[in-house]
């Protein structure tokens, strides 16, 4: 079984030589300051200088230390992102940013010092032939897939392209099956959010697996239905969603 495919290039290199992986960095700061080291600033720069702004967005996470007082160490985080953000190119204008603060991990202290920069990948979308394995459908019960989102929008992940494949496959085979579409967000109950991120994949099979947006229902639930406590950003993650329920006339 062939279709089209939606493939997504990637291509950003980060030059660095401290706590780097392939899309991250952390930028870490002295005791109880905002002020950035300078061979911390020259990671920034060259990570600014090294990509095409049109091809990603950033994501500026900040924490502290846990020595103080929680309200004095948010400010402080916040202050922290704020500097990053300023020695960051002009040019970069996809920039999210998350105020953590206290660092509770088992990291020492000079490592809960610091701001995330998280680079995530902007997808460019061509068109190819390949096989996709076949999955089971069941009429009326929600699947879960792995379509995630960029926190606080309706910005899908590259991470998503497989997922995304899936559905129009299915939708492009079997011309009786109708989808509903359910968003959802994690962390503040944002409904519009929701629906705006359901919306988004329902355009995605219309404009690139030519679906008749009359078999497609898009639904936002908020924050009703997480799929694990919004504890760690790894299950933030998992709750920024999109799932299917099949039906049939």
């Known amino acids: 079984m062939k279709t089209s495919v939606l493939l997504f290039f990637l291509g950003i290199v980060i030059a660095s030589n401290a706590q780097t992986t392939n899309d991250s960095i952390a930028i870490h700061f002295g005791y109880n300051s905002d002020f950035i080291p300078l061979h911390e600033r020259g990671l920034i720069y060259l990570m600014s200088e090294d990509v095409d702004p049109s091809t990603i967005y950033i994501r500026l996470t900040g924490y502290t230390d846990t020595i103080g007082d929680a309200i004095s160490n948010l400010a402080l985080a916040e202050l922290r992102i704020n500097a990053v953000k300023k020695t960051l190119s002009p040019e970069l204008k996809n920039i999210e940013t998350v105020l953590v603060g206290e660092d509770l991990s088992k990291r020492n202290d000079n490592e809960k010092r610091r701001v995330d920069i998280i680079i995530h990948k902007i997808a460019h979308i061509a068109v190819i032939e390949e096989e996709i394995p076949s999955r089971k459908i069941e009429l009326g019960i929600p699947m879960q897939l792995n379509i995630v989102f960029l926190g606080g929008q309706d910005v899908i992940l590259e991470e998503s392209f497989e997922e995304l494949n899936f559905l129009i496959t299915t939708m492009q085979n079997d011309s009786t099956l109708n989808v509903q579409l ?22 995605v099979l219309v404009e690139e697996g ?14 009703t239905q997480p799929l694990a406590p919004d504890d760690s950003e790894i299950n933030m993650h998992r709750n920024r969603r999109v799932e299917a329920v099949f039906s049939r006339e």
Do not use: M, W, Y
């Not at 994690?186 to 409904?191: K, M, T, V, W, Y």
């Not at 030519?210 to 924050?223: E, L, S, V």
């Open 182 to 203: 359910n968003g959802h967000v994690c962390c503040e109950n944002d409904l519009l959010l929701s629906q705006k991120r359901a919306i988004r994949v329902g355009k």
């Open 210 to 223: 030519g679906i008749d947006p009359d078999r497609i229902q898009t639904k936002g639930f908020g924050n």
